[in-house]
T-cell receptor, first 112, second 117 residues
Framework: QQQVKQSPQSLIVQKGGISIINCAYE??????FPWYQQFPGKGPALLIA?????SEKKEGRFTISFNKSAKQFSLHIMDSQPGDSATYFC???????????FGKGTKLSVIP | EAGVAQSPRYKIIEKRQSVAFWCNPI?????LYWYQQILGQGPKLLIQ????????DSQLPKDRFSAERLKGVDSTLKIQPAKLEDSAVYLC???????????????FGPGTRLTVL
């Protein structure tokens, strides 16, 4: 089965710091790499997504870095805030389909 | 715009009982998904509908799970009989476009938390 490996499992960051979450994939037949944010009791919500022909995408404080040759991508949250405390999932979309394969998630805690 | 609605939000049953979950997608969304999210893991796709037809149900345990999407709108997911390992959050998601292979954002509902005792 196609896999997306995510690390770390949990992360504690001081307010104002940078949060970094990493993901790696094995299958080259993925054509979109979204990140989802999930708060307790809520469903995941799309945060930001990138195509494999782009090396970086930035939206506000959130940046995806993508390394196609290494089959790795990461989410950077600049100036982390307590409101960013949530579980973050990386995912990969299969080429030619709508199917998403999710990582296991990273629980981020931003402490004041 | 109203989001994806799911009910019930919580359900506790004993093993070997049956249970059903309901999902109402965002109006006009052609594609509907059911995911299983076990505690500490990412969502796993169970079944995908496009309008009222099944696109992919390869990860649905068909001996106990069934799903339908009547008239291409609401959907129900049923488990019969339930096992302890079915304890999870069941998420429903929908996306707007019925065709194409560009990134098609999925909008998730709040989920139904199932506990099987």
């Amino acid at each position: 089965q196609q896999q997306v490996k995510q690390s770390p499992q949990s992360l504690i960051v001081q307010k104002g710091g940078i949060s970094i979450i990493n993901c790696a994939y094995e299958n080259t037949a993925f054509d979109y790499f979204p990140w989802y944010q999930q708060f307790p009791g809520k469903g995941p919500a799309l945060l930001i997504a990138i195509r494999p022909d782009v090396s970086e995408k930035k939206e506000g404080r959130f940046t995806i870095s993508f390394n196609k040759s290494a089959k790795q991508f990461s989410l950077h949250i600049m100036d982390s805030q307590p409101g960013d405390s949530a579980t973050y999932f990386c995912a990969a979309k299969g080429a030619g389909s709508y199917q998403l394969t999710f990582g296991k998630g990273t629980k981020l805690s931003v402490i004041p | 715009e109203a989001g994806v609605a799911q009910s019930p939000r919580y359900k506790i049953i004993e093993k070997r009982q049956s249970v059903a979950f309901w999902c109402n997608p965002i109006s006009g969304h052609a594609t509907l998904y059911w995911y299983q999210q076990i505690l500490g893991q990412g969502p796993k796709l169970l079944i995908q509908f496009q309008n009222n037809g099944v696109v992919d149900d390869s990860q649905l345990p068909k001996d106990r799970f069934s799903a339908e999407r009547l008239k291409g709108v609401d959907s129900t997911l049923k488990i019969q009989p339930a096992k302890l390992e079915d304890s999870a959050v069941y998420l429903c998601a929908s996306s707007p476009r019925a065709s194409g292979t560009t990134f098609n954002e999925q909008f998730f509902g709040p989920g139904t938390r199932l506990t099987v005792l």
